[in-house]
């Protein structure tokens, strides 16, 4: 069955520091998402991405972030100036088709800012 | 500002007895639900959904009964295996609003004990 593909699936990182996250997600789909979940929090909504553009994004992803789909294989999520804050389990997904039914997640990557 | 609720945080289950797992919803635009479950260590994963023109939905041993005046909706699964086990997300999206993308609850830890 076809997967989305998370990398890596830890990363700690010092405050302050830029971090990118990767995702390769599934190769025939179009829309492409990004989820955050705070420890023992709700999963949020950071941003989606459409046809090599943002299509939505939330209040959380401010300035500090940013997407980008480089080489038509991968999805990534970089955050430039890292705060404790941003310390969550980041969730890539992508679907074929604006998510009526649900999109496929990937494992995810733990981020841990130091 | 929770416009899904899942105010349960666990539930405990014994084997081949029903799970009823509850989800509250404040925001009047949502028009189409949808259930993820998630195992440790992977991803959410797309279970069942359902639009606001039905009331119920059936795929195996899972249902999801929506009641649009109560603003609730929940998901039974009959009878429960002790594989169930997991994190169920409850999300709502406004997408006759222009939106599919999904809101999503806090979880509730389903445990069935064998």
Redesign the interface.
Known sequence: EPE?T?TPSHQVTQMGQEVILRCVPISNHLYF?W?RQIL??????LV?FYNNEIS?KSEIFDDQFSVERPDGSNFTLKIRSTKLEDSAMY?C?SSDR???????????TRLTVV | D?Q?KQNSPSLSVQEGRISILNCDYTNSMFD?F?W?KKYP???????I?ISSIKDKNEDGRFTVFLNKSAKHLSLHIVPSQPGDSAVY?C?A?A?SGG?????????TSLIVHP
């Open positions: 989305v998370q998402y989820y023992g929090q709700k999963v949020e909504f989606s939505e969730f997904a604006a998510a009526n039914y649900g999109y496929t997640f990937g494992s995810g | 929770q899904v189409y949808l993820y260590a992977e991803g959410p994963t797309f279970l959904s997300f999300a999206s997408v939106s599919y993308i999904p809101t999503f609850g806090r979880g």
